[in-house]
């Protein structure tokens, strides 16, 4: 087991595809190939998130004042925040680039839509299925760092702050029962757009 490091450090999450399954006349949109195969959440991970956002701030206005870019219909939203599914190619390769220069660390749990487990375990609810992935994810990664800020980038009402907090708690009781070990470090949790935090745009780029 890690030892816990006497430092602070930022972790900034975001999911990936989507937790649909059924649709009209409960038809598996997963088996029709009309929905994600996969949900994902993940997170990245660093001690250093000013440095990681003055690059991708630059990178930014860089691109939203360079007429090459200018006449792609898709920069109307470029120019908010980067965002990997609105973001046309050539966007998404100069952050791509950018990102492989950066230093962080990056987690991800993949959870299959398998029907009869999401039926099962969350009813089919968003807010259940996305607090298992992070409550799974965090399960042996929150006694890394005697102060973690943790930033979720906000998806309507299923990621709030008291579903977060509930996540967190029960990765925390998880890896007592697992390692008969506390846990006392100072875990804080942001809500927040993506367009607030250049680095929540990083974390939709690299998951």
């Known amino acids: 087991m890690k030892k816990t490091e006497q430092t602070k450090a930022y972790y900034f999450f975001d999911e990936a595809g989507d937790t649909t399954i059924l649709g009209r006349k409960g038809v598996n949109l997963v088996e029709s190939g009309l929905a994600s195969k996969v949900f994902m959440v993940g997170y990245l991970e660093t001690k250093n998130p000013q440095q990681l956002t003055k690059e991708i701030t630059a990178l930014h206005n860089e691109i939203c004042n360079d007429d090459f870019y200018s006449e792609i219909p898709s920069m109307e939203k470029t120019r908010v925040a980067f965002h990997a599914a609105k973001d046309c190619a050539e966007i998404r390769d100069r952050v791509f680039h950018l990102l492989k220069t950066l230093d962080f660390t990056y987690y991800c749990i993949v959870l299959r839509k398998k029907e009869t487990f999401f039926r099962n375990h969350f009813d089919f609810k968003d807010t259940a299925i996305y607090k298992y992935a992070v409550e799974h994810l965090l399960e042996n990664r929150l006694h890394f760092y005697s102060e973690i800020d943790c930033y979720f980038s906000s ?53």
């Open 155 to 207: 998806l309507g009402n299923v990621v709030r702050k008291e579903t977060m907090q509930s996540a967190i708690n029960s990765a925390i009781d998880r890896f007592k029962a697992k390692w008969n070990k506390e846990n006392s470090n100072s875990i804080r949790i942001f809500i927040q757009q993506s367009k607030e935090r250049s680095l929540l745009q990083a974390s939709d780029h690299v998951l």
